[in-house]
């Protein structure tokens, strides 16, 4: 069954994993260097706080204010990530995962370092991409995984990259189909084009249809008002834009459109 996966990771149907993004870290563009590490503290506590307090189910830890991304993160923003998770650590009282972009070993890093359940990556495909020529390497990944000790991590393979498009175009549900089957993925995430646009309800049914027994998750550009169409088409949601204020991906996190939400989604399941 898709949805046994993630009922044993969060305990409820068809979850609502929460973004909490990062303000720019350390030795990126946008820095705020005055702030420091303190106000990345004081803001990822913030958001965390507005979204438990909404009672999503999970939540996502990512580096979302780190443009323009890179394809190898340095190590700084890696390990500050970690240290403020840590520092957090004491007051999350739900499930919890990481996504360092576009880096799939620091992903799998972070995520045994602080304890995370689940990841959420590009871990298979070449892209043509805003950051240049995106190749991968899952197999190399899940032997890094391996290496880490992190088996326990769950991999959340993200199969429509988001700023790029595949170098050699395949049929959207023949690579969901290889992704579980030659590359392990866990679960399959489905994403439009940029964060906080969503795929084409299509594009779920086509997934749907092609891994039926692997949990998929509506990735991007999830919303108050289009929950009803999509929730019904998948296993689950990641939703961070939305839930923003003013539906704004670098704002703080609107405890009150949080809340909206969850009572939307609380009423299809």
């Given at each position: 069954?898709?949805?046994?996966?993630?009922?044993?990771?969060?305990?409820?149907?068809?979850?609502?994993?929460?973004?909490?993004?990062?303000?720019?870290?350390?030795?990126?563009?946008?820095?705020?260097?005055?702030?420091?590490?303190?106000?990345?503290?004081?803001?990822?506590?913030?958001?965390?706080?507005?979204?438990?307090?909404?009672?999503?189910?999970?939540?996502?830890?990512?580096?979302?204010?780190?443009?323009?991304?890179?394809?190898?993160?340095?190590?700084?923003?890696?390990?500050?990530?970690?240290?403020?998770?840590?520092?957090?650590?004491?007051?999350?009282?739900?499930?919890?995962?990481?996504?360092?972009?576009?880096?799939?070993?620091?992903?799998?890093?972070?995520?045994?370092?602080?304890?995370?359940?689940?990841?959420?990556?590009?871990?298979?495909?070449?892209?043509?991409?805003?950051?240049?020529?995106?190749?991968?390497?899952?197999?190399?990944?899940?032997?890094?995984?391996?290496l880490l000790g992190a088996d326990s991590?769950?991999?959340?393979?993200?199969?429509?990259?988001?700023?790029?498009?595949?170098?050699?175009?395949?049929?959207?549900?023949?690579?969901?189909?290889?992704?579980?089957?030659?590359?392990?993925?866990?679960?399959?995430?489905?994403?439009?084009?940029?964060?906080?646009?969503?795929?084409?309800?299509?594009?779920?049914?086509?997934?749907?249809?092609?891994?039926?027994?692997?949990?998929?998750?509506?990735?991007?550009?999830?919303?108050?008002?289009?929950?009803?169409?999509?929730?019904?088409?998948?296993?689950?949601?990641?939703?961070?834009?939305?839930?923003?204020?003013?539906?704004?991906?670098?704002?703080?996190?609107?405890?009150?459109?949080?809340?909206?939400?969850?009572?939307?989604?609380?009423?299809?399941?």
């Open positions: 069954m898709a949805g046994a996966l993630f009922e044993r990771l969060f305990g409820v149907k068809k979850p609502v994993i929460a973004m909490v993004h990062f303000p720019p870290l350390p030795g990126t563009p946008q820095f705020d260097a005055g702030g420091g590490v303190n106000r990345i503290l004081d803001s990822i506590r913030r958001d965390l706080g507005a979204l438990q307090g909404a009672g999503v189910d999970a939540v996502m830890f990512g580096n979302e204010g780190d443009r323009p991304y890179q394809l190898r993160v340095d190590v700084g923003c890696t390990a500050t990530m970690a240290f403020a998770i840590g520092c957090a650590k004491e007051e999350l009282r739900v499930p919890y995962g990481v996504d360092v972009l576009w880096d799939p070993h620091s992903t799998l890093a972070l995520a045994m370092a602080t304890g995370a359940r689940f990841c959420r990556e590009i871990f298979t495909g070449v892209y043509a991409s805003d950051m240049g020529l995106w190749n991968t390497d899952p197999g190399d990944t899940l032997r890094y995984r391996r991590v769950a991999l959340f393979y993200n199969i429509c990259a988001e700023f790029a498009a595949p170098v050699s175009p395949r049929p959207l549900g023949l690579v969901a189909r290889s992704a579980v089957f030659s590359s392990l993925a866990d679960a399959i995430c489905v994403s439009g084009p940029l964060t906080g646009e969503s795929a084409s309800l299509e594009a779920f049914r086509t997934v749907r249809e092609a891994v039926p027994d692997t949990p998929i998750l509506a990735n991007t550009g999830v919303r108050e008002d289009t929950a009803r169409e999509i929730l019904p088409l998948v296993d689950g949601v990641i939703v961070g834009t939305s839930l923003k204020r003013g539906g704004v991906t670098w704002n703080p996190v609107d405890p009150d459109r949080a809340r909206r939400f969850m009572e939307v989604v609380r009423s299809i399941r």
